[in-house]
C-alpha cells in the first residue's frame, strides 16, 4: 500500500476516486495551513528540517527521511493494510464483521470520540509552539519539530475521518477543530491538560512522557473499534507515536543522567549547589512528575463510566490490546474499585467491568508510565545515590472520578481539608522551580552541543552522528 504523493494531499485511501471528499479536504487544507503558520511553531518555519515522512504503511522502511521545510511538510491520510474478513473483537456484537461505514445508532458516540481524539492533535502543537526558541541542542529541535508535524497529521486522519463519513455535521467539526486553542478561556480545547501551558522543556518532556503515551493507549483502544476505518488510521498513527514517546523517555533519563553526573562530582545531592551548578535537581524532577503524572491520569475519563460501557458493548471502542484479554464480552463480571467513603475513609465497590473499562486502560497506562521511571532509576541507582523517583497515587489530585476532587497526600492516604493546600505546594513545581527551570532554557544551536543541564543522546538520528545539522539555521 504505497502512498500517492502526486496527489495534493498524499494518501493511500483513494482519495481520487471521490471527488467530492477530495474537494471537501482541499477546501480544509488552506484554513490548516493557516492554524499551522499561526500557531505551530514559532520560527524555524522557513528552515530545513530534517524530518522523516511516511512513505508506506507496511513495518519496516515505511519512513523516508529528508531535509524539509516544515510548511511543505506533505501531511496526508495513511491507514494501515485492510485484514481481509475482519470481525469486531468484542462486546455484543462480536464476531460480525467490522463496519466500513458509520451506523446510525452510533453515529454520535463514534463523532464524539474522533473529535475528542482530534482536538489533542493541534492542540500540543499550540502548546509547544515556543519552545523551538530555547532548544537544548539541533537534535532535540528537529525532534520537536517531528513530533509536531505528526501531530498535525494526526489531526489530518481524524479530519478525513470526519469528512469521508460524518457528512455536513463532520465538516463542521473539522472547522471547530481548528477553532478551540489550547488555553483560550473562551474556546478551550476539550480535555484538560491540553489546556495546560508548556514552557521549558522539562515540562515538554514530561508531556511527551506521560501525555503523549495517554495518546498511546487511547490510540490502542479505537485500534481495536468495530469502525475499520478509525480502527486502522488508529493503528497507523501508533507507529509514529513511538518516536514521540521515545523523546519523552529519553528526554527525562538524559536529564537524570547529567543531574547525577553533576552530583557525582560535586558529592552532593543538595538542590542549591546542583543549582549553582546548572543542573535539574531531582526533587524538582519528581515535583514535575507529580503534576503531569496526576494530570494525565485524568484523560482517562471516569473510573465507572456508563459511556465506557456503552462503547464497549457497542463495539466502537475497546480495551488496549483487546486479543490478549480472556474474556471479550465481559457482561457477566465485576471489577472491584477502591473508592472514598464519605466519610474521610476508602471503601470497595463492585463495578460491572464494562462499566469499568476507563480504569482498566488507566491501570494498564501506570504499568506501562512505571517502567520508564524504573530506568531512570537504575541510572541513579547506579551513580550510588538513594533518591528514587516515584509515580504519585492514582488518587492523587483527580478531578475526574470517584476521587475527583477528594484530597489526599501523594501517597494516596485521604487528608484534612485545611492540609490539602499546603500538601500540594510542596508536591508541584513551586513558582522557584518554575523560575529555575525557566532560566536554564537557553538555545544552544551549534551542531553537536548540548545545553548544561542534559546529558547529550546516546546516538544521533536515522545512522547520522550527533553533529549532524538536523536544522539548517543558516
Ligand atoms: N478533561 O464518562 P466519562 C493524544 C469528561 S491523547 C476534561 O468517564 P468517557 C495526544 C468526559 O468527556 C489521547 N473532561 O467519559 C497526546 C465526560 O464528559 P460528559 C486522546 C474530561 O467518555 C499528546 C465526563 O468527563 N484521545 O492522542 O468514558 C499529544 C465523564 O467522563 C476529561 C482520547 O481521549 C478530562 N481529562 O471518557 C497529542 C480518545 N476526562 O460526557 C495527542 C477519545 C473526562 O459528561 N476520547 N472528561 O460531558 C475518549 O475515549 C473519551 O472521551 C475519554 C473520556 C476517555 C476522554
Ligand atoms: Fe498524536
Ligand atoms: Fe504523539
Known amino acids: 500500500m504505497a502512498i500517492d504523493y502526486s496527489e495534493k494531499i498524499p494518501n493511500n485511501v483513494n482519495l481520487a476516486d471521490d471527488r467530492r471528499l477530495q474537494r471537501a ?17 514559532e520560527g524555524f ?7 522523516r515522512t511516511a512513505v508506506n504503511v507496511g513495518a519496516d522502511g515505511w519512513a523516508h527521511f529528508d531535509h524539509v521545510k516544515m510548511p511543505d511538510y506533505r501531511w496526508g491520510i495513511f491507514l494501515s493494510e485492510p485484514k481481509p474478513e475482519q470481525t469486531i473483537g468484542f462486546g455484543d456484537e462480536m ?7 458509520v451506523p446510525g445508532e452510533h453515529r454520535a458516540a463514534l463523532r464524539r470520540l ?3 481524539q482530534g482536538d489533542t492533535e493541534p492542540a500540543s502543537v499550540e502548546q509547544q509552539r515556543l519552545l523551538g526558541l530555547t532548544c537544548p541542542s539541533l537534535y532535540d529541535l528537529r525532534n520537536l519539530f517531528q ?3 505528526e501531530e498535525g497529521r494526526h489531526l489530518w486522519a481524524m ?7 460524518f457528512g455536513r455535521d463532520g465538516r463542521e467539526e473539522a472547522e471547530e477543530l481548528l477553532y478551540r486553542h489550547s488555553g483560550d478561556p473562551d474556546n478551550p480545547r476539550i480535555l484538560g491538560t491540553f489546556n495546560e501551558p508548556i514552557e521549558d522543556w522539562l515540562s515538554f518532556f514530561m508531556f511527551t512522557y506521560f501525555t503523549d503515551r495517554d495518546g498511546k493507549y487511547q490510540l490502542k483502544c479505537l485500534a ?3 469502525f475499520d476505518p478509525l480502527a486502522r488510521t488508529c493503528q497507523f498513527m501508533l507507529t509514529e507515536e513511538a518516536h514521540h514517546m521515545f523523546v519523552g523517555e529519553t528526554g527525562i533519563g538524559r536529564i537524570v543522567e547529567r543531574t547525577v553526573d553533576v552530583m557525582k562530582d560535586l558529592r552532593t545531592d543538595d538542590p542549591e549547589t546542583l543549582r549553582a551548578a546548572g543542573v535539574i535537581d531531582l526533587p524538582l524532577l519528581q515535583r514535575y512528575v507529580n503534576f503531569w503524572f496526576s494530570s494525565c491520569l485524568d484523560l482517562f475519563g471516569a473510573d465507572q463510566s456508563s459511556n465506557a460501557a456503552g462503547y464497549f458493548a457497542t463495539g466502537v471502542k475497546g480495551r488496549p490490546d483487546e486479543a490478549k484479554f480472556d474474556d471479550h464480552d465481559c457482561s457477566e463480571t465485576i471489577e472491584v474499585l477502591e473508592v472514598p467513603d464519605g466519610n474521610g475513609g476508602v471503601t470497595t465497590v463492585e463495578a460491572p467491568t464494562r462499566n469499568a473499562m476507563n480504569e482498566i486502560t488507566r491501570n494498564l497506562y501506570v504499568g506501562d508510565c512505571q517502567r520508564g521511571v524504573d530506568r531512570w532509576n537504575k541510572t541513579i541507582q547506579a551513580a550510588g545515590f538513594h533518591f528514587q ?10 478531578e475526574i472520578g470517584s476521587w475527583g476532587g477528594v484530597p489526599t497526600d501523594l501517597a494516596g492516604n485521604i487528608i484534612a481539608a485545611e492540609a490539602y493546600g499546603g500538601h500540594l505546594a510542596s508536591s508541584l513545581p513551586s513558582d522557584e522551580d518554575r523560575a529555575y527551570v525557566d532560566s536554564l532554557m537557553k538555545p544552544v544551536t551549534e551542531p553537536g552541543k548540548m545545553a548544561g543541564w542534559i546529558a547529550a543522546p546516546r546516538r544521533g538520528i536515522h545512522g547520522h552522528p550527533l553533529d549532524y545539522e538536523y536544522v539548517k539555521l543558516h
Request: negative net charge.
Open 159 to 165: 479530519v478525513y475521518l470526519l469528512h469521508a463519513h
Open 147 to 149: 513530533v509536531n508535524v
Open 114 to 116: 474522533i473529535v475528542t
Open 95 to 101: 464476531g460480525k464483521p467490522v463496519w466500513q461505514e
Open 25 to 41: 479536504l482541499e477546501h480544509w487544507q488552506p484554513g490548516y495551513l493557516d492554524w499551522w503558520n499561526e500557531l505551530g511553531p
Open 224 to 226: 481495536e473499534s468495530a
Open 389 to 398: 523517583i516515584t509515580l504519585p497515587s492514582a488518587r492523587f489530585r483527580r
Open 45 to 51: 518555519q522557513a528552515k530545513d528540517v530534517y524530518l
